[in-house]
Nanobody
Framework: VQLVESGGGLVQPGGSLTLSCRGS????????MTWVRQAPRKGPEWISD????????RYKDSVKGRFTISRDDAKNTLYLQMNSLKLEDTGLYYC?????RGQGTQVTVSS
């Protein structure tokens, strides 16, 4: 069982990135999947989740209208589309579900 994130990088403020979290060994659709961010010198911060039963989504207030969480069951992959990125969006982003979590992918927003 493994979760592997990708898609992070360095982007200027206002830019966009799409993060992916590919699952292997277990269907992600069996779990409510969550994106978490950990900024430097700060604790983990819940960003968004997608419910496995009804597909409903939730977002941290500071990312509402800018981030979109989605899941492709055929690819067993979770996504986080991030638009209008801000400096404060910088951090290590990782996906979690059940007792699983990935290693994360770094997002750096800098001019």
């Amino acid at each position: 069982v493994q979760l592997v994130e990708s898609g992070g990088g360095l982007v200027q403020p206002g830019g966009s990135l799409t993060l992916s979290c590919r699952g292997s060994g277990i269907p992600l659709s069996a779990y409510t999947m969550t994106w978490v961010r950990q900024a430097p010198r700060k604790g983990p911060e819940w960003i968004s989740d997608i419910n496995n039963k009804d597909g409903s989504t939730r977002y941290k207030d500071s990312v509402k209208g800018r981030f979109t969480i989605s899941r492709d069951d055929a690819k067993n992959t979770l996504y986080l589309q991030m638009n209008s990125l801000k400096l404060e969006d910088t951090g290590l982003y990782y996906c979690t579900g059940g007792a699983m979590r990935g290693q994360g992918t770094q997002v750096t927003v800098s001019s």
